[in-house]
T-cell receptor, first 111, second 113 residues
Framework: GQQLNQSPQSMFIQEGEDVSMNCTSS?????WLWYKQDPGEGPVLLIA?????ELTSNGRLTAQFGITRKDSFLNISASIPSDVGIYFC???????????FGKGTRLHILP | DGGITQSPKYLFRKEGQNVTLSCEQN?????MYWYRQDPGQGLRLIYY???????QKGDIAEGYSVSREKKESFPLTVTSAQKNPTAFYLC????????????FGPGTRLLVL
């Protein structure tokens, strides 16, 4: 079945550093979604991508839909303490398909 | 405001007891989903419903049941058959159209006494 590999599993960075995380799939997707989850809360949608090669920004966040349609990455620039949390990628092949989630990247910011 | 609400925020279950988690959405979405999240783990799909009065099992449906009598509501019952129910439960709904997007509720944490 379809699988999503999300890396890294966790990251420890200094405040102000840029962050990069990615997801790769064994199959192609037509939709990529990126979410952030704070402790004890539901995931919040950050960026949605619907077209191969698409590059979309949301404030300090930038995500890209890979040309091969089998990968996506998320960058966070100039990290701040509130960026701490778990970031999930998710992919969907086509309408009505189940959305497949990665296992998440846990971001820690060192004081 | 449009969104997904889940209640309660915390729920305690005694051994052998069935409990029901509520999920309501006013986004006019057809599809709704229930996920289970264990500490440090990703999301696992329990049940989903594409339309009123219809639902399908996800990857870990055993010990759970659902109903979809109204478009806005998709309650999840954790039955006594679920031997390890302690987890964080997330409800989600999905917009339809050429660009589908899935949104999550705030979650319910279930603890066994």
């Amino acid at each position: 079945g379809q699988q999503l590999n999300q890396s890294p599993q966790s990251m420890f960075i200094q405040e102000g550093e840029d962050v990069s995380m990615n997801c790769t799939s064994s199959s192609i997707f037509n939709t990529w979604l990126w979410y952030k989850q704070d402790p004890g809360e539901g995931p919040v949608l950050l960026i949605a991508l619907y077209k191969a090669g698409e590059l979309t920004s949301n404030g300090r966040l930038t995500a890209q839909f890979g040309i091969t349609r089998k990968d996506s990455f998320l960058n966070i620039s100039a990290s701040i303490p509130s960026d701490v949390g778990i970031y999930f990628c998710a992919g969907q092949l086509s309408r009505d398909d189940k959305i497949i989630f990665g296992k998440g990247t846990r971001l820690h910011i060192l004081p | 405001d449009g969104g997904i609400t889940q209640s309660p925020k915390y729920l305690f279950r005694k051994e052998g007891q069935n409990v029901t988690l509520s999920c309501e959405q006013n986004l006019n979405h057809d599809a709704m989903y229930w996920y289970r999240q264990d500490p440090g783990q990703g999301l696992r799909l329990i049940y989903y419903s594409q339309i009123v009065n219809d639902f399908q099992k996800g990857d870990i449906a055993e010990g759970y049941s659902v109903s979809r009598e109204k478009k806005e509501s998709f309650p999840l019952t954790v039955t006594s058959a679920q031997k390890n129910p302690t987890a964080f439960y997330l409800c989600a709904s999905r917009s339809r159209g050429p660009q589908e997007t899935q949104y999550f509720g705030p979650g319910t944490r279930l603890l066994v006494l």
